[in-house]
């Protein structure tokens, strides 16, 4: 079917014809892609196009679409029930999964979303330090909830907006802003208000203003400030957690505990499945042990366990991170190399695996540099690659993902497709 076909009658029941913005294409027009089914690194669209994703919903699919251990599991589990409301012996095998991965993980609370994770994760803060106030940083988005919309990235950031109608001043009110990488403002910031910050939020490695590393010592500085100061640590690893290694970006590379910790995308194996977590001493505040109230109908839904707990085992087993990070550096080395061959200002930033073309000649460590970039370029580069069969994110503030099912192969047609838009 055609895909303005299907974007019609989509308009005429769902809000914009999509069920998440960014899928509308407004950053990048045109008609949006619609999915039929996908298999590894490849996905067939309505129109019967075979495109090789580099979206892999969104970081998501680590192990490429339908997976076929992932998906015995679920099917597996399906016939079962697929859901209860009340406990299930997975959930268990779940979260005792998750804390001996990821240090610092004591007692984990499995949700459906990652904004229902940092929803929690704020709440918890808050219920623990009895302060109000939040700091996160310009440009990290960590849902939807409402405290957490003020200068977002993501798709925020592509419709060109710093927070969301709707959001009332007095919901925002204690939530503080800083740069991202800039250590000194979050000093003074504590130096105003330390005694009713209840946290700091922040992304280790930022992915939706673009792929943007954390400074040298910045986590670590985090870490130091909000200790000295009594406020939590919240580090939302709902895009770290298990992309860039076996655990946490927290503990393989930050080298920090943080008080929490708020885990998705990955562990879910392509289901609705976030979780949230950290000290003991903390969680059992959460209802019913403790006073911050949280619950959920579909938590620890058995299929989405089934997904998340199939996709730890074969991440395991197939310790696929040494190659994807190759397959991503060999992709961002080229890139950036042809671009300049081409005389055009693209700076391909990754880090194993992820990686993010911004168009502009200089690197980007911060919502300000984002924001410089050419995003009429990033426009053409787009399309360009989707006519000669590569699917990157319809947006220039997003990261895009290499999985395990992606091959050499793939990376030098993508590469070959990139010179091909380059010269027209």
Same mark, same amino acid.
């Given at each position: ?18 069920? #998440? ?15 039929? *089914?996908?298999?590894?690194? *490849? ?92 700091? *996160? ?16 990235? #993501? ?13 009332? @001043? ?49 986590? *670590? ?33 930050g080298g920090i505990t943080p008080d929490l910790i708020t885990l998705g995308k990955v562990i879910g194996g392509g289901l609705p499945l976030a979780a949230v977590g950290g000290k003991a001493k903390w969680m059992k505040l959460l209802a019913p042990e403790g006073p911050v109230y949280q619950a959920g109908t579909l938590s620890g839904n058995p299929l989405a366990v089934a997904a998340g707990l199939a996709t730890l085992d074969a991440l395991e087993r197939e310790q696929p991170y040494a190659r994807m990070a190759d397959l991503g550096s060999s992709l961002a080395v080229g890139m950036s190399t042809i671009a300049a061959e081409h005389g055009l200002p693209v ?9 993010? @073309? ?67």
């Amino acid at each position: 079917m055609e895909h303005e076909t299907l974007f019609r009658r989509a308009r005429k029941a769902i809000p914009g014809g999509v069920n #998440s913005p960014v899928r509308a294409f407004n950053a990048v027009g045109g008609t949006p892609i619609f999915v039929e *089914k996908g298999k590894g690194a *490849k996905i067939r669209t309505a129109d019967g196009r075979i495109l090789t994703d580099y979206c892999c919903s969104w970081g998501a699919m680590i192990l490429g679409h339908a997976h076929p251990a992932v998906s015995r599991a679920v099917a597996a589990r399906a016939k079962l029930g697929t859901t209860f409301g009340i406990a299930t012996p997975d959930e268990v095998a779940f979260a005792e999964r998750l804390c001996a991965l990821v240090p610092g993980l004591e007692r984990v609370r499995a949700v459906n979303s990652g904004t229902e994770a940092v929803m929690t994760a704020i709440r918890l803060a808050r219920g623990v330090t009895g302060r109000d106030m939040v700091l *996160k940083f310009d440009g990290c988005y960590h849902g939807h909830s409402d405290a957490m919309l003020v200068k977002s990235g #993501s798709g925020i950031l592509t419709m060109g907006a710093s927070s969301s109608a709707g959001v009332t @001043p007095g919901a925002v009110a204690d939530t503080l802003v800083a740069p991202y990488n800039d250590i000194e403002a979050v000093e003074m910031a504590f130096r105003r208000h330390g005694d009713a910050i209840a946290a700091v939020i922040v992304e280790p490695v930022a992915g939706n203003m673009g792929l943007v590393p954390p400074a040298r010592g910045f986590l *670590k500085s985090l870490r130091s400030i909000t200790s000295r100061h009594g406020a939590l640590l919240v580090c939302d690893e709902v895009i770290n957690g298990f992309r860039f290694g076996f655990s946490s970006y927290s503990a393989l590379y930050g080298g920090i505990t943080p008080d929490l910790i708020t885990l998705g995308k990955v562990i879910g194996g392509g289901l609705p499945l976030a979780a949230v977590g950290g000290k003991a001493k903390w969680m059992k505040l959460l209802a019913p042990e403790g006073p911050v109230y949280q619950a959920g109908t579909l938590s620890g839904n058995p299929l989405a366990v089934a997904a998340g707990l199939a996709t730890l085992d074969a991440l395991e087993r197939e310790q696929p991170y040494a190659r994807m990070a190759d397959l991503g550096s060999s992709l961002a080395v080229g890139m950036s190399t042809i671009a300049a061959e081409h005389g055009l200002p693209v700076t391909c930033q990754s880090f194993n695996g992820v990686f993010t @073309p911004f168009c502009t000649d200089q690197p980007v460590t911060c919502l300000e540099d984002a924001k410089t970039c050419d995003t009429s370029l990033y426009v053409k580069l787009f399309h360009g690659l989707l006519d000669r069969g590569i699917y990157i994110a319809p947006s220039q503030f997003e990261c895009n993902f290499i999985s395990a099912a992606h091959t050499v192969g793939d990376i030098d047609a993508f590469l070959s497709a990139f010179e091909a838009v380059c010269r027209s």
